[in-house]
């Protein structure tokens, strides 16, 4: 009986588990961004929205659209679609090969988050 037992425990099955992917959170913290490569100018300005010239696109994957990033310094998002009124464009500079972006500074923080993506 005790065999039995024993060999009832070891035949039981498990159903499979649900995975649950999970993106990690960007981290609230000062980042350097750094020029690669052999030379580095004095300063490099990077575009701040879309143009014909420069795509400034990021793709969604939840709704599999394009959508056009730019650089507002007075709106909370970096998408184009979820700012809202008048938008005041800023500058962005890389400074003897390295751009440091502030803790502080939510807007730009996000506008890296998608462009390095």
Known sequence: MAKEAKQAEE???VAPQKTVNVK???EIKD???FLTGNKSP???KIPGRHTRKHALLYFDEESGK???IRYATNQDSPLVDEQ???VTLGHIMFRDGTLTVPNINKTYKNYFQYITL
């Open 66 to 68: 394009q959508r056009e």
């Open 84 to 86: 809202k009124g008048e």
């Open 31 to 33: 980042r350097v961004y």
């Open 42 to 44: 004095l300063t490099l």
């Open 11 to 13: 035949t039981i099955e």
């Open 24 to 26: 990690p959170e960007w």
